[in-house]
């Protein structure tokens, strides 16, 4: 019996000896071959995520553009302060990304106005006399602009507007004392008017603070040019056209601007 057992184990055994020769054969050969291969790491791409801002805000805006013709013709003769300096304006922009439609893309309205005034007191033959020259703008338009975010919650934003507005002179006399009826002089009292529309490319440096409220800085050229919408591009003291008006009469020139804005920023 205890042959028999013995017998049987030496059988198993050699069986299984052979066993494992017909099938590590063929795996080491398979990896002989594996060795032949190579590969190669590929990184992942990380999607970034489309511009996205939807905000309203208020802007302030430093338009520096040319006086000279004005000065020359209602502020010199009457020794007046001279207009000097950018005109400063104040308005507000809504802009919305055009996101998943066009990637990076915004339209925004926006509206400008503001003034310059130079003012000078005189008295003769105890009538005194308040001479004012103001000069006031006021701009409406749209933009578009394509945002770039080099790193995150900052995105620079080139872009161009179209704007309609008008700019308007006033010259008056105010007489601030009694005045008698035989003391009473003609005096000029004149108002200007200019339809215009202007061009105004853009570049725009925006940082989100947080995803509510939003920082920008910015610089523009707003060249204006007749509006071909208008009857008359100048008019005078009501509907009446003037003309020959010099071109440099225009409000044209380097836009400065700082915002601060609320919202939805995500970017």
Same mark, same amino acid.
């Given at each position: ?6 017998k049987?184990? +030496? ?5 299984l000896m052979?066993?494992?020769l017909?099938?590590? =054969? ?5 990896d002989?071959?594996? %060795?032949?291969f190579?590969f190669e790491s590929e990184?992942?791409e %990380? ?25 020359n013709?209602?502020?010199v ?6 207009f ?14 055009l ?24 008295v ?10 103001n ?26 507007? +179209? ?26 009292? =004149? ?8 061009v105004?490319?853009?570049? =725009? ?14 610089v ?11 009857t ?15 071109s440099?009469?225009n409000?044209?020139g380097? =836009? ?8 939805l920023?995500?970017?």
């Amino acid at each position: 019996m205890q042959k028999f057992i013995l017998k049987k184990t +030496i059988f198993v055994l050699s069986f299984l000896m052979v066993c494992n020769l017909f099938i590590s =054969n063929p795996l080491k050969a398979q990896d002989e071959r594996l %060795d032949d291969f190579t590969f190669e790491s590929e990184e992942m791409e %990380d999607p970034k995520q489309p511009y996205f801002a939807l905000s309203i805000g208020v802007t302030g805006n430093l338009l520096f553009t040319k006086y000279d013709e004005l000065n020359n013709k209602f502020i010199v003769p009457k020794n007046m302060e001279l207009f000097e300096g950018p005109m400063f304006t104040l308005g507000f922009n809504v802009f919305t990304a055009l996101s998943p439609f066009v990637n990076n893309v915004r339209l925004g309205i926006s509206y400008n106005s503001g003034s310059k005034l130079t003012e000078m007191k005189t008295v003769e033959e105890s009538i005194e006399t308040n001479s004012t020259r103001n000069l006031s703008m006021q701009m409406t338009g749209i933009h578009f602009d394509y945002a770039f975010v080099p790193f995150k919650s900052f995105a620079i934003l080139p872009g161009i507007g +179209i704007n309609l507005g008008n700019m308007k002179f006033e010259e008056f006399n105010k007489i601030s004392s009694p005045v008698s009826w035989n003391d009473i002089k003609a005096t000029e009292n =004149n108002q200007l008017n200019y339809s215009f529309m202007a061009v105004e490319p853009q570049v =725009n440096l925006e940082y989100a603070l947080t995803g509510f409220l939003m920082l920008r800085a910015g610089v523009s050229y707003i060249a204006s040019f007749d509006n071909p919408l208008s009857t008359y591009a100048w008019t005078i003291n009501g509907n009446n056209e003037l003309k020959d008006v010099p071109s440099d009469i225009n409000p044209k020139g380097l =836009n400065v601007k700082l915002g601060i804005f609320l919202g939805l920023f995500n970017y």
